[in-house]
């Protein structure tokens, strides 16, 4: 296996006239993972196995989810609603988290604020980095037919993207990418063998993104 160093970006400032003109204002930082050419073989047996669990998983959760949860999410959170063509461009997100299962609590589903990630190009490749909030994956994105496979690392701190998939087994994680709409898009996490992350992926605004 060869490793690839990749450059993931690390802080994030808003600056802007206004609570409305904020702008995504980023710094590089490189990290490396194990690469040795295919996303089905720079991860972990355990982690791809929650991979291959995903489909049931997700079945199982969406099953438990409330109706009204249904109805206001629609495709983000629905299996099989993944869209060809998911490539996603290198820029500033907002990503919004949704906790589903049991880690959600009674109601099995819990919406957190929006925070900022970004997809930045390397090597030919995209990493991405959750730039805000309390849960930071930092990683890489391999892209298939029609979906990325995401593998990184839970980060202990903003702006501290030094730890890399395979250092921290309890930290490490791995998920799928798709497009679910007209630019929009879902990571897809399993937790455990009844919980799922969501997050959702829409750009930030051309006028708003870091020149």
């Known amino acids: 296996m060869r490793s690839v160093a990749l450059a993931v970006l690390v802080s994030f400032v808003l600056a802007g006239c206004a609570a409305t003109r904020e702008t995504a204002v980023v710094s590089v930082a490189q990290i490396e993972i ?19 669990a995903l489909p049931a998983i997700w079945r199982a ?20 609603a ?3 063509h998911p490539e996603l461009s290198p820029g500033s997100y ?8 049991r880690r959600a609590g009674a109601r099995r589903m819990r919406s957190f604020p929006t925070h900022f990630c ?10 991405f980095t959750k730039q805000t909030g309390s849960d930071l994956p930092a990683g890489h994105l391999y892209k298939t037919e029609k979906r990325y496979t995401f593998v990184g690392a839970l980060q202990r701190a903003q ?12 930290r490490d994680i ?6 679910v709409g007209p630019f929009r898009w879902r990571m897809v996490v399993p937790v455990g063998e009844q919980d799922l992350d969501v997050l959702e992926l829409t750009p930030v605004p051309v006028e708003r993104q870091a020149s």
């Open 34 to 52: 194990i690469d040795d050419g295919g996303a089905g073989q720079v991860i972990r047996p355990a982690d791809q196995a929650k991979l291959d």
């Open 61 to 80: 959760v969406w099953g438990q989810s409330p109706g009204r949860v249904r109805a206001v999410e629609g495709a983000l959170l629905e299996p099989g």
């Open 82 to 84: 993944a869209l060809d």
């Open 94 to 101: 907002n990503c919004r988290l949704i906790r589903l299962g």
């Open 118 to 127: 970004h997809v930045g190009a390397a090597n030919g490749g995209l990493n």
């Open 159 to 170: 702006g501290d993207n030094s730890l890399v998939y395979g250092t921290d087994q309890a």
């Open 174 to 179: 791995a998920g799928v990418v798709e497009r």
